[in-house]
């Protein structure tokens, strides 16, 4: 069972014009935001976007992000920590191996973590 905390942040993101499906898969909540803007540097600028988060969120915190696969930098390379690909909801994504220090349960949310991943992104360039 996906937690309401999740659905609520998911509603008001979509609510904000976010194109974000939440479902549940392999014990854990998936949130695919379709078109992800991507900063400059990258050899795209977009991707879907998968986060993966555990079903005790917002007390067990986001970890990690994927994009899509043949996501890498604008000059060809893979960016840092960023090797592995792997296979969820039936798709092939690259993983970002990056892990947000500073988490509180009572006053991070969704969006919190969303500006950790957009950060991470652009100073990878």
Not at 29 to 57: E, I, K, M, T
Not at 98 to 122: C, G, I, K
């Amino acid at each position: 069972m996906l937690p309401e905390r999740l659905v609520e942040d998911i509603k008001a993101l979509a609510d904000a014009g976010f194109a974000v499906v939440l479902t549940e898969s392999g014990g854990m909540a998936c949130a695919v935001f379709s078109g992800h803007p991507l900063p400059r540097g990258y050899n795209r600028c977009s991707s879907d976007l998968l986060l993966r988060l555990p079903l005790s969120y917002p007390n067990g915190k986001p970890d990690m992000f994927w994009l899509e696969s043949d996501v890498l930098l604008a000059n060809g390379s893979v960016p840092k920590s960023a090797e592995h690909i792997e296979t969820y909801l039936d798709r092939k994504w690259r993983r970002f191996s990056w892990h947000m220090t500073h988490w509180n349960p009572a006053q991070d949310d969704f969006r919190t973590y969303l500006e950790f991943v957009n950060s991470r992104l652009a100073k990878s360039v």
